[in-house]
């Protein structure tokens, strides 16, 4: 049994069939895990200008790099285990460098939360034994965690809900389109304008306290009527909700004041990017947007991925796991071209393709082991089940932390 490292529901139960040092064959995991679990499509080699080198000089040239940067940054680290999200903040203060990574643009802002604890938040397995009232909100699960519905969150029975999703569970969706999982949510589902959540929420609230809302009084009052029931409520933060409402994320605060019987909790796309957060926020009080200088930190916007980038205040790029050309806008990403990159990842991207320096690594949770935080702050211990040829990251990072 392994633990899927395709999602941040990190998946326990999946078996795998090994023949040859190869993934023959995959059970319980989803078609997305599937994939994950067999591996890159296309392995990454070491190489400096794109070409072909032995990894221990790909290494030196990464570490040369680093020395002679003045404001390097160190990116990414979704996809790396707890272990080497360790050795980045460690390296990032021996360096002096700026340290960020996805969260910084999408749920960031709501894990901090959760971290300063703000508003109530649960754990899946209370939510499979208890939760009867589930909305989606701005989120996919269905496309993005796929397996969120039947493990943990509708389909399953559970202690206190054993007639399980056909009567002892109701799922709303609130989005601006109907996904996936709004098509499952039967008749629950809420349209919204783009961008429209503030307003919604601000509606709701009004419902909530007995006032008449003036956006869409009755179907705000039906909603208000059917969260107030609720005897275990989850809201289901997706990216589209925080997106929308990340200049006034405390006006989820507020709502979720107004519901007492209700959890908030962040839908985490890669599988450890809410460990990355809270390594971080254990190390330095903050979550991403961090500097370290002479050993105090500093946090401020302009150590997010994009503001650096757009200012062009880093001089150097270490990218670990993670492939922000093919997640930022052109416009930003444009200014890589005048810095060296180095990307450590076991498969190409579109970052590995335009990297001065590649290091391949091992595929965490599959051919190296260690461990995860999972979207609702559970610690998943990652199994090995295959050798490498090459390291995990968490060695190239000490290796790169022990030399510089
Ligand atoms: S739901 Fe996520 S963790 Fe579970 S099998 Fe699918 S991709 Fe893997």
Redesign the pocket.
Known sequence: MI?????????ED?EVIIENNSVKETR???R???A?IKGCVNRMVPSIDQKPVDIDISLKKAIQILKNAKAPMLFGFGNSTNEAQKKAIQLAKKINAALDDTSSFCQGHLIEKVLHNKFRTCSLDEIRNKADVLVYWGSDAQDS????LS?FSYFPRGELRQRGYEEDRLAIAIDVRESNTAKICKGHFYRIPLKGDREFILALMDALSGKVPTYDPKKMLELAAILKKAEFGVIFAGIGLTYSIKDDIDILVALSDKLPNFHIMPMVGH?NMRGFNENLFNETGFVNRVKFSEGKTIHDDKYSIVEALKENTVDALLVVGSDPVSSLPRSIISHLASIPVICIDPCVTMTSKIAIVNIPCAVSGIESSGTAIRMDGKVVELKKAMASNYPDDENVLKRLLEVI
């Open positions: 633990t899927c490292t395709g999602c941040a529901l990190l998946c999946i319980n995991a989803c997305r895990g599937a994950r965690q796929p397996r969120h493990r599988y």
